[in-house]
């Protein structure tokens, strides 16, 4: 149902206005209706819904939609709409199609202006839409008989006319072959009634004509009219809607709010009664102390006038007592002395007894001196199997159960039963392997590949170890290049930094020995690999060590000292000319790690873009377009953005990674790794999710700055 103010959108002006007339001769084509589907099946028991049916008389219907007035308004509580309406408005419209209409008590629109009071409307008339659209329904079917029956009169007039037409003929004929004058006066008489009546019919048939183009118009006006009135419907239903919203979002408010007061209320009224119980539990304890407090002060008033009573009666219990304590303990000394002297007598009558009484002190203090010790040694060595010494930060060795799976796997399994055996062919293939993806120029990566394998082959055949020296620049690889050597050597690893042993202070040497002492248990050997050794394998030769550090020192060089086969020794600095002359001759090998140079630094960008920008893209947009976060994005409103890589030059990486190689000259290859990571942070701080190829260069030129900076911070404290 709608409004009165709505009514009628969709109905035409009066259907009696003169059509102008047209003596162009049309065809006029009629419209079978088309049969029901015969697949569909109806129900039997639609007749029950409907009583009392009767054909409708459509000529009153075509009466009353004449009738109606349609006028031009616009509504006032569309204050910020300039939309003019079209539509019936007026008390004509019950007392024209009453059955259309239906009076409703009471209804509420929207205020005129804005904060004012809704406008409030009894006895408002409604229109049924449905109701008055069969209506026009009605009176389109009356207009559709009338055009079937001028288009029947039409024929009839036409066949007339083909037959005058065809008499006038006839008479033609006879009067060229007669000569007979009255027959020529009455085929002009037939030839002009002939013209009257085709003037007649071309008159009909414009004025069909104009009744099938009036109705055809009157159709399209009225589709018109129904689709204005269902968007204006929908429109009207949307603001109702929203006002609807809006008084509940309303009452909502206010709701939480008198809950709000209700609660502060409730929390004021919790805070009182708690006060006042408070208040009055108080009361009781002071009333209860005060009670406890007379009644301790009565007991202790009548226990002491009870004992001044009964004092002399103590006193001589007391002597008592004291008198029968004393006589016990003068004959408990009576016969100890008693006993120690008939033990003494029997020794000294008997020698023998004096030297098994030593031996078994003897015994005793033996069994205690070697229980001690045994558990010191017993908890050291479980120390070394099951825990790791503090020293170390970083290791692969195993524990106790770890240990015997791994020599189950390795030395019965494979080597015993499936009898592998490694042959240098082999050895080399795997080392090249492991070491694929450490960049290095290509004399230093053939040396440490070449370590690698004789190393491997050195345990292998059960030879000492090689202790080896890494020294370079900062992050050019030197603790990557350590745990894939000991990953070849098939030795655990373990990791441990020089300046950790500075704040052990004295007990740095304990745990130097303990390290060595773990060293020794490991099945396959230890690589040992410090970090930073120039922290504490300092130079003795510049006496700024302490006595700790240099009680270290001393505790290092002395299990190094000789060749070994339990582990192997690798030291990194960046400063190798700081190191003790005892521990550089320690050293079978050095080797320098050099900054990468342009091919490197090309391997690297390519390697680390790959790594970390690329496959890091790739996994983010996975995880968006999964099934859980496609659904928390539906739950939280929230637009998909998926991570992009744009730009030929940077998809095709020739571009950036010719100006990187550039640009990156002097770099690491960590400060590469960094600037990857910093690219990465780039991509997912942009706001659209992508990432193009000035956003690298810029990114390129900043860490270059960042790095040249660093440089001259480095360069300021060398020269302090």
Not at 230 to 259: F, G, H, I, P
Not at 336 to 351: E, K
Not at 436 to 450: F, H, Q
Not at 648 to 665: A, F, R
Request: glycine share 6%; proline share 3%; aromatic share 4%.
């Amino acid at each position: 149902m709608t409004p009165l103010l709505l009514l009628l959108p969709f109905l035409s002006t009066s259907i009696s206005a003169s059509a102008p007339a047209n003596t162009t001769k049309t065809t006029t084509k009629t419209t079978t209706p088309t049969s029901p589907n015969p697949n569909v099946k109806t129900n039997s028991n639609i007749n029950q819904i409907y009583i009392d049916t009767a054909p409708a008389d459509t000529k009153q219907y075509l009466e009353q939609i004449r009738q109606l007035t349609l006028e031009t308004y616009k509504l006032s509580y569309e204050r910020n709409s300039e939309r003019i309406r079209v539509g019936a408005i007026g008390p004509e419209v019950p007392l024209i199609i009453p059955e259309a209409v239906e009076i409703v008590p009471k209804r509420t629109l929207p205020p005129a202006i804005k904060w004012g009071k809704p406008i409030v409307i009894e006895n408002v008339p409604v229109v049924h839409e449905q109701t008055l659209f069969m209506y026009g329904v009605g009176a389109t079917q009356e207009l559709a008989r009338m055009l079937d029956n001028l288009t029947m009169q039409v024929d009839d007039h036409l066949d007339k006319a083909t037959y005058i037409e065809g008499e006038i003929s006839k008479l033609e004929i006879l009067t060229s072959e007669s000569s007979d004058g009255g027959a020529e006066i009455r085929m002009r008489n037939s030839a002009a009634e002939a013209k009257v009546i085709r003037s007649e019919m071309d008159l009909n048939l414009a004025r069909v004509d104009d009744e099938i183009l009036y109705a055809d118009e009157t159709k399209k006006s009225e589709l018109a009219a129904i689709e204005r009135s269902e968007q204006l419907t929908l429109k009207r239903l949307a603001k109702e809607d929203e006002s609807a919203r809006l008084r509940a979002q309303l009452l909502m408010n206010k709701k939480v709010e008198t809950s709000q007061l209700l609660e502060k209320a409730r929390e004021k009224s919790a805070e009182d009664i708690s006060l006042a119980e408070h208040e009055r539990e108080l009361e009781i304890q002071r009333a209860k102390e005060l009670m406890k407090a007379e009644t301790a002060k009565a007991v202790a008033r009548a226990k002491a006038e009870a004992e001044r009573a009964n004092e002399d009666v103590k006193l001589r219990m007391l002597r008592a007592e004291g008198e029968q304590r004393r006589i016990r303990n003068v004959a408990a000394v009576k016969e100890a002395f008693v006993w120690l002297g008939n033990g003494f007598g029997s020794l000294l009558s008997n020698p023998k007894d004096i030297l098994v009484i030593i031996g078994y002190m003897g015994l005793l203090a033996m069994a205690v001196y070697f229980s001690k010790e045994a558990a010191s040694l017993f908890r050291a060595i479980v120390e070394s199997m099951i825990g790791k010494p503090k020293l170390i930060r970083e290791t692969n060795k195993k524990n106790i159960l770890g240990e015997l799976l791994a020599f189950l796997k390795e030395d019965v399994f494979e080597t015993v039963l499936l009898r592998k055996s490694r042959n240098r062919k082999n050895l080399a293939a795997k080392c090249e392997k492991v070491f694929d993806d450490v960049i290095l120029p290509a004399e230093l990566k053939a040396r440490v590949v070449s370590l690698a394998i004789s190393a491997a082959k050195a345990r292998e055949h059960d030879a000492p170890h090689r202790h080896v020296l890494l020294y370079g620049s900062p992050g050019t690889g030197k603790t990557l290049a350590a745990k894939k050597l000991a990953e070849t050597v098939g030795m655990d690893y373990a990791l441990m930094s020089g300046g950790d042993v500075g704040p052990l202070g004295s007990d740095g040497v304990t745990q130097i020995h303990a390290l060595f002492r773990w060293a020794k248990v490991s099945r396959k050997g230890v690589l040992l690999f410090i970090d930073e050794a120039e922290a504490f394998l300092g130079s003795r030769s510049q006496n700024m060590m302490s006595e700790s550090a240099h009680n270290a020192l001393n505790a290092l060089l002395y299990n190094t000292g000789g060749e070994r086969k339990d582990f192997m020794l690798v030291l990194a600095t960046n400063r190798a000319e700081d190191l003790d002359a005892a521990v550089l001759d320690r050293c079978d090998e050095s080797l320098l790690f050099p900054l990468p140079d342009a091919k490197c630094r090309r391997t690297l960008l390519d390697l680390y873009w790959r790594k970390q920008v690329v496959a890091a893209a790739d996994l983010v947009n996975k995880k968006e377009n999964g099934l859980w976060k496609k659904m928390s994005r539906k739950m939280m409103r929230k637009d998909l953005v998926e991570l992009k890589i744009e730009g030929e030059g940077v998809l095709n990486g020739e571009t950036w990674l010719s100006k990187g190689v550039e640009i990156t000259k002097g770099f690491s290859g960590r400060e590469i790794s960094k600037l990857m990571i910093a690219i990465q942070g780039d991509l997912y701080g942009s706001r659209d999710g992508k990432l193009g190829l000035e956003e690298v260069i810029s990114s390129l030129r900043r860490k270059a700055v960042e790095h040249v900076e660093k440089a001259n911070m480095v360069a300021r404290s060398t020269t302090k």
